[in-house]
């Protein structure tokens, strides 16, 4: 018997960082997010003879083989498997569990996707179906949040792992006490397809480490930068206005909201953009996209620009001077899933 799961990584559509302590807590954020079929993936094969633990990153081909009877030792290697395992055994009181995970991720770490908070919710899905935990979608993404913020201390915000579990178009609510809301939209299937035609996603060939940027901003908020705070206030407001806009179909305004939330994201923190990810944007405006944004924290990953017409041609065209790669997509209804693989699937 094994056991997978996969979760799919997002677009942040708007209102990224909104989601961010302390910000959420003071004024509440608001986040346009949609899942992409591009996915993290876990398996887990239970060994219960071997007394042991071993952990594997296929994607960054790392891999470690630790005593299944102690807690696993956070030491800079596979810490995020590590502090999964280690709070599924205190919170489920499961004793030593003896098994071999796999996992992968489809993007690249830095990428601005998601990838790590991705990847801890499919790991958690994976645990879930082979021990029968009872955990919800809400549950599940808490669980995932705390794992990453609480136990490991990586800095971030919340809507990657609640994106990742529910899945679909979701505009997201964050509060104080840990309060979250996803409400998912009913988006007509031809405005999705449209949608994802509309919009060209560049990876730019440069990760970041976003819990730089994402430092600079609780900073800025804590401090109470009246410039950083504003433009915080009209991101938020940029995901509201994505949202009414997505729910009339009406495309063409979703790219001038792009570009003008790009020049309120630009003004949260010190390095979310840089001289390169400028020409790149300006490069992708001069060739007939209307408008566009980072993925994620910024400064570097993926960027996304929205390409009415057929302009995503010349787009596209036009963006190979940088050196980066167009990465095709569709947009995904479906969030964490999981499934147990019998020994009679592969007679």
Not at 50 to 62: F, P
Not at 77 to 92: S, T, Y
Not at 321 to 346: C, D, E, N, R
Request: hydrophobic share 40%.
């Amino acid at each position: 018997m094994i056991i997978r799961s996969m979760a799919p990584l997002r677009l942040g559509l708007a209102g990224g960082g909104t989601d961010v302590s302390p910000y959420s807590e003071l004024y509440g954020g608001s986040i346009l997010n949609a899942t992409i079929n591009q996915f993290a993936y876990a398996t887990i094969a239970p060994a219960a003879e071997s007394g042991c633990v071993n952990l594997y990153s296929a994607d960054r081909q790392e891999t470690e083989t630790l005593n299944a009877t102690s807690l696993l030792p956070l030491n800079g290697k596979l810490d995020l498997l590590k502090g999964i395992v280690n709070r599924i055994r205190q919170d489920f009181d499961t004793g030593p569990l003896s098994f071999e995970l796999t996992t992968y991720v489809d993007a690249p770490p830095g990428s601005g996707l998601g990838s790590s908070s991705t990847l801890v919710t499919a790991v958690i899905g994976a645990f879930k179906e082979w021990l029968r935990l009872p955990l919800g979608e809400y549950d599940i993404a808490r669980l995932a949040y705390r794992i990453e913020r609480i136990d490991l201390n990586y800095a971030g915000g919340k809507q990657d792992q609640y994106s990742a579990t529910f899945g679909g178009v979701n505009f997201m609510e964050f509060y104080a006490d840990d309060k979250v809301i996803v409400n998912p939209l009913r988006i007509r299937e031809e405005t999705l397809k449209e949608l994802a035609f509309n919009i060209v996603l560049y990876y730019t060939g440069t990760s970041r480490l976003s819990s730089d940027i994402i430092a600079r901003q609780q900073k800025s908020i804590e401090q109470k930068s009246d410039a950083h705070v504003q433009a915080m206030h009209q991101t938020r407001q940029m995901a509201i206005m994505m949202k009414e806009a997505l729910l009339q179909n009406d495309l063409n305004r979703l790219g001038e909201l792009m570009h003008e939330g790009w020049q309120y994201k630009k003004k949260m923190a010190a390095g979310i953009s840089n001289s390169k990810i400028d020409e790149i944007y300006d490069a992708a405006l001069a060739a007939g996209a209307s408008g566009g944004k980072i993925s994620g924290a910024g400064g570097g990953g993926y960027l996304f620009f929205f390409c009415p017409g057929n302009s995503r041609y010349h787009v596209i065209e036009r963006l190979k001077q940088f050196g980066g790669h167009i990465h095709p997509f569709q947009f995904t209804k479906s969030g964490l899933q999981s499934w147990t693989v019998t020994a009679t699937a592969y007679r």
